[in-house]
């Protein structure tokens, strides 16, 4: 049940007071935190975020990989998505590592946003693949052609993984794109759709110029990757009707005055809806185990280490069965697809032993083990108010009482943190298939935002452009774009 807001509370107007890029900030500045950082306040969140808690699915882990994807009675209050496909976590990953980083804050104390640097510039411009171009980024770049980005043999032949210094560390634009070998695959694959395109302007456009090639392929494969973003991510993830809104009758509660900011309600809440989407376990790929056998993996395993092959899906490494086949991923029309699971308060169970977790004092906890934990921790870290106060403001349905009872002992029933709030309200409003009236509002106002504040982007520079590169469908050429157009066009499909 929902319940209509009360008139939108004075945010006078929503936005960040610092102007400047480079910066988080907030949405929603005038509005009080959802509670005051007391022992007591952190207990309760520990309580909520635990394992075996009320946010852990509950997944019979050692049932092993295989079992948890065939046999749904091991992962019964972990659900299938009836829309989304499994690789949608992993690009929303990798979105948010082209947007984000934040390597400074901590969880045992208060932050001002405004005085945090992100480290990403705030575009969708894959700065996590490009870094800051050849000149100055020389070592993403193979030096016989100066523009193409470095791609190295896999462990196995006719496939390819990131480049990798001896220690096996990724030599690449953000390091977090190797945290598994789902997300680390992707990078290869965009790393070779960089490369493609390349040779694709070379040889159509007649030119020589290696600075006018790069600019133009760069171009290319950003306005495809956007349009990816805008037509296909965001209007699954947040709803046509609210993409529609935001493109046609402009934002609303996403404002700057000079460039664009990350607001926290966005990176430390709304936009971390991707947690509850992912899968206890995944089939990497058809035939990287010995005698040619799927290779299926957890997603990660507490005590797993990136040395030698690890038998969970971790990044770090080159082995001989790390690899995807992307159609397990994304949706080839050949059957192989799997789901991932659907946006609610229920997180996978691996979720809450993160590998290389550091568990402090149970009231402090400086870097919790659990997931759900750590993101709770955060509203505390930057002071977020609650949903229930940030719908308001929005002048948007507030969630009833009852829709988070699980909350009542806690006292948070009525003053929720934002990242629970915005869950539970894709739960009950959506089913948990795409984000409710709050958070689709905050993702897509961010993400039309970021692009209309970017000069180079597509919607700024040609908001009428269609995708150009070849698509598997012809019917599709030049009115679409997809992420398996993307794979396929890059030799990685």
Not at 142 to 167: A, C, H, K, Y
Not at 416 to 441: C, H, K, M, N, S
């Amino acid at each position: 049940m929902v319940r209509h807001g009360s008139s939108p509370l004075d945010v006078n107007p929503p936005r960040s007071k610092y102007y400047d890029s480079g910066r988080f900030g907030r949405l929603f500045g005038k509005l009080p935190p959802f509670a005051a950082d007391t022992p007591t306040t952190r207990a309760a969140l520990l309580e909520i975020g635990k394992p075996k808690g009320i946010m852990d699915a509950a997944d019979k882990l050692s049932a092993g990989p295989v079992q948890l994807i065939t046999d749904p009675a091991l992962s019964q209050k972990n659900r299938n998505s009836q829309t989304h496909v499994a690789g949608d976590t992993f690009l929303g990953q990798f979105i948010d590592h082209d947007i984000t980083f934040d390597p400074t804050s901590s969880l045992e104390r208060q932050t001002d946003p405004e005085q945090i640097s992100n480290f990403r510039t705030p575009s969708l411009g894959l700065d996590n693949v490009y870094g800051s171009g050849p000149t100055a980024s020389p070592h993403l770049y193979d030096q016989t052609t100066g523009i193409t980005m470095l791609v190295e043999p896999g462990g196995t032949p006719g496939r390819f993984d990131v480049p990798r210094n001896s220690q096996n560390v990724a030599l690449i634009g953000d390091p977090r794109d190797d945290e598994n070998l789902i997300l680390s695959q992707l990078q290869t694959a965009m790393l070779r759709f960089h490369n493609a395109v390349v040779e694709r302007v070379r040889t159509e456009l007649n030119l020589t110029d290696p600075g006018q090639i790069f600019a133009e392929a760069q171009r290319l494969v950003r306005w495809h990757y956007q349009w990816i973003v805008v037509e296909h991510f965001l209007r699954k993830t947040c709803g046509s009707d609210v993409v529609d809104d935001v493109l046609h009758n402009g934002r609303t509660f996403y404002k700057w005055h000079n460039e664009p900011f990350i607001p926290v309600e966005f990176s430390v809440s709304a936009y971390r809806f991707g947690h509850s989407q992912i899968r206890p376990s995944y089939r990497a790929n058809f035939t990287g185990n010995p005698g040619g056998t799927p290779f299926f993996g957890m997603i990660f395993t507490k005590n797993s280490t990136p040395a030698g092959d690890p038998d969970d899906l971790s990044g770090g490494c080159r082995a001989p069965r790390r690899f995807v086949d992307w159609p397990t991923f994304f949706d080839f029309g050949d059957g192989q697809v799997r789901p991932n699971k659907k946006i609610d308060t229920t997180l996978s169970s691996a979720l809450f032993a993160l590998p290389g977790s550091v568990v402090a004092h149970p009231h402090a906890g400086s870097n919790p083990a659990s997931l759900a934990q750590r993101n709770l921790l955060r509203h505390l870290t930057f002071a977020l108010p609650s949903g229930q106060s940030v719908a308001r403001a929005m002048n948007l349905p507030v969630l009833a009482r009852g829709d988070l009872a699980d909350l009542h002992e806690h006292g948070m029933d009525d003053r929720t943190p934002l990242w629970f709030y915005i869950l539970r309200e894709a739960d009950i409003t959506q089913d948990g298939e795409r984000l409710g009236p709050v958070g689709a509002r905050i993702v897509t106002e961010v993400f039309i935002g970021l692009l209309e504040g970017d000069r180079g982007s597509y919607l700024a520079q040609d908001p009428q452009w269609q995708p150009t590169l070849p698509t598997i469908d012809p019917s599709r050429q030049g009115d679409d774009f997809l992420m398996i157009d993307l794979l396929r066009f890059a030799g990685a499909a």
